[in-house]
């Protein structure tokens, strides 16, 4: 028999529009007819619109973890909001009558099948589709302007350190501007968004010397990325085979977009993963002229956490579906790592979901780190990496979440090691003025999942708490 859930209906709508337009229709009663197939794996039924006939719609479900929503309406959005309603209206309950699946559905699944037959078959004989071969001739050219572009971007970088950040006036973020522009013509992404950042942090005038740490960080950043880059490029060049590098994050730093065969290429896949998302959110980079959708999910037998992100850029945003929060456990056939060190970004295609239960948490709990020290030295180790994450994130066990004499917050390990926590810009929004408001049992012997950030302009290591965890409930503290 399907279960489905509205929170699982909601990570497969396409925005936070189509999510409010299927429960409308559900509160309107706009499905005049609700229809399940004998074995359940099917749900169909119609749906009054604005043309003479009603929509037909549909939900399969034959492959529980790869749904697939059909539509006779117009709409460009999947799912549409007429599928969306109709799993809306299952998952609250919803009398759907038992029918005969529809002709059509009949066919198009026969069509799926001959189609997975056929994949089959070609794997079982090695005769499988490989992967798109590389334009070697390309390439080669692609390294040699990304080469010349590192020289252009070292020049600039030596310029500005010579001449000092106090003296960068206008005309100077201009010339720096340009640059921004030229480091995608070199095909070199990577170093675009990290000096646009550097420029964005010198443009408010008000804040500039609060802004100076923070900024030559970004040179060093960009500095490192010059030369590994050209370390790696130089070697890479004199590889006949112009291999990617499975290890390191310097393919995504030049601008390669993973495919999903380059990473199972690599070994980076694993069969069959439950994963459990810990906290969810949004923001806006100006830097990369993007939206980014950031999840981060406890592989529940491995106890890593991961990191999803989604991309989208400013000009194509409206086109592409957003992420969104997922409260239930997701079972991944096939979950893809990307190169990486601590939260490495992960994909999957399809998931089926079940709701959390109490052997979940349960995993949360034996999974966190419980010693504070050794967290804290991972976090530093990966700081250490100029080219890595800036805002690493740890799922530690406290004995008690608390506050000092001086009213600052701590979380306090076993062995009595103390880490003070505040609220840090990389988020979009604090989380400290929620915690005055905690049970005691949301106090004590918990998991606490924590961003870190090191404050240059102050020499100090702080951590943001982001979500609470305790063998009965998952409070999460980003909204």
Same mark, same amino acid.
Request: glycine fraction near 6%.
């Given at each position: ?17 189509? $999510?409010?337009?299927?429960l ?18 099917l $749900? ?8 003479k ?22 709409? !460009? ?52 589709p ?21 020289d252009v ?39 675009? %968004? ?10 408010r ?14 040179? %060093?950043?960009?500095?490192?990325? $010059? ?9 890479k ?44 959110y ?6 990369r ?31 592409l ?11 991944v ?6 190169p ?12 089926a ?18 010693? $504070?020290?050794?967290a ?49 810009p ?10 005055p408001?905690?049970n ?19 020499? !100090? ?14 409070? !999460?503290?980003?909204?």
């Amino acid at each position: 028999m399907l279960e489905l859930t509205s929170s699982y209906v909601d990570s497969l709508a396409p925005n936070a529009a189509a $999510i409010k337009n299927g429960l409308g229709l559900v509160k309107k009663k706009s499905l005049v007819q609700l229809n399940r197939s004998e074995t359940g794996d099917l $749900i169909f039924g119609e749906c009054s619109g604005s043309g003479k006939s009603n929509y037909e719609c549909s939900v399969d479900f034959i492959v529980p973890d790869k749904p697939v929503a059909r539509c006779t309406c117009p709409s !460009r959005q999947f799912p549409c909001k007429h599928a969306l309603g109709l799993m809306y209206a299952y998952a609250e309950g919803q009398e759907f009558t038992i029918a005969p699946v529809p002709e059509d559905i009949v066919v198009k699944r026969g069509k799926a099948e001959k189609r997975e037959e056929n994949k089959t078959q070609q794997e079982a004989e090695g005769t499988a589709p490989k992967p798109k071969k590389v334009n070697k001739s390309a390439l080669k050219k692609k390294i040699t302007a990304q080469l010349e572009g590192l020289d252009v971007l070292e020049k600039l970088i030596l310029s500005l350190i010579r001449g000092g950040l106090a003296t960068i006036d206008k005309k100077t973020l201009k010339t720096v501007q340009e640059h921004v522009k030229q480091m995608g013509n070199y095909y070199l992404s990577g170093a675009q %968004t990290e000096l646009r950042r550097f420029a964005l942090l010198l443009s408010r005038d008000a804040e500039r010397e609060d802004s100076y740490t923070y900024a030559v960080d970004q040179l %060093t950043r960009l500095h490192a990325f $010059i030369k590994k880059g050209r370390a790696y490029l130089t070697a890479k060049q004199e590889d006949p085979e112009l291999a990617l590098d499975h290890e390191s994050t310097m393919e995504e730093w030049l601008g390669h977009a993973w495919q999903l065969t380059e990473l199972k290429e690599g070994g980076l896949v694993t069969e069959n993963v439950e994963l459990l998302q810990l906290t969810f959110y949004s923001y806006d980079d100006t830097a990369r002229q993007e939206y980014v959708d950031v999840g981060y999910w406890l592989e529940t037998t491995g106890g890593e956490v991961h990191r999803t992100v989604q991309y989208r850029p400013y000009k194509a945003a409206k086109h592409l579906r957003e992420d969104d929060s997922f409260f239930e456990v997701a079972r991944v056939p096939q979950l893809y790592r990307y190169p990486g060190d601590l939260n490495a970004r992960v994909r999957f295609e399809g998931m089926a979901p079940r709701p959390v239960e109490k052997t979940d948490l349960a995993a949360v709990t034996g999974t966190a780190r419980r010693s $504070i020290a050794e967290a804290v030295k991972a976090v530093k180790n990966q700081l250490k990496n100029p080219l890595g994450d800036k805002s690493p994130v740890l799922l530690l066990h406290a004995s008690r979440l608390g506050q000092t004499d001086s009213g600052q917050f701590v979380l306090t390990d076993e062995s009595g090691k103390h880490l003070v926590l505040e609220d840090i810009p990389a988020l979009p929004q604090g989380t400290l003025a929620l915690l005055p408001y905690l049970n005691e049992d949301q106090t004590q012997e918990i998991s606490v999942l924590v961003m870190f950030e090191h404050r240059m302009d102050q020499g !100090r290591l702080v951590a943001q708490p982001l979500t609470l965890i305790t063998n009965e409930t998952v409070t !999460r503290l980003l909204y």
